[in-house]
């Protein structure tokens, strides 16, 4: 069960950030990693393309360096996905977690700016 439930968190944090902005494999990589996430490329890979498949992201491609490297962005049907889960998420954790572990405020993310992007 963690793990279902861990994989759709990785999907939805993805989204987040494919919402806020482009986002390509490798970054996303090393973000879920400095969530706790051990995500593969094996995994990671299939899963924004999966995600592109039922029209939640949108990619293109680059190149940067010689190499060409895929972008995703959130489509308006992925930014839908993601206002029904936060509100599911917000729900969910008002239910399960303790009083006192309740998240009172959005923890705040390094921008991309301040050396958040790899
Ligand atoms: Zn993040």
Do not use: C, N
């Amino acid at each position: 069960m963690l793990r279902e439930f861990l994989r759709g968190a990785a999907q939805v944090h993805v989204l987040h950030h494919a919402a806020e902005g482009d986002v390509y494999g490798a970054w996303m990589a090393g973000e879920l990693r400095r969530h706790g996430y051990e995500i593969s490329p094996g995994t990671l890979y299939p899963m924004l393309h999966r995600m592109e498949e039922t029209g939640l992201l949108v990619s293109r491609g680059e190149v940067a360096e010689g190499r060409t490297r895929r972008l995703y962005a959130a489509t308006d049907a992925g930014r839908s996905q993601l206002a029904l889960v936060r509100a599911a998420v917000a729900e969910l954790a008002d239910e399960v977690l303790p009083a006192g572990e309740r998240p009172k405020r959005r923890r705040r993310e390094p921008t991309r700016a301040e050396g958040g992007k790899a």
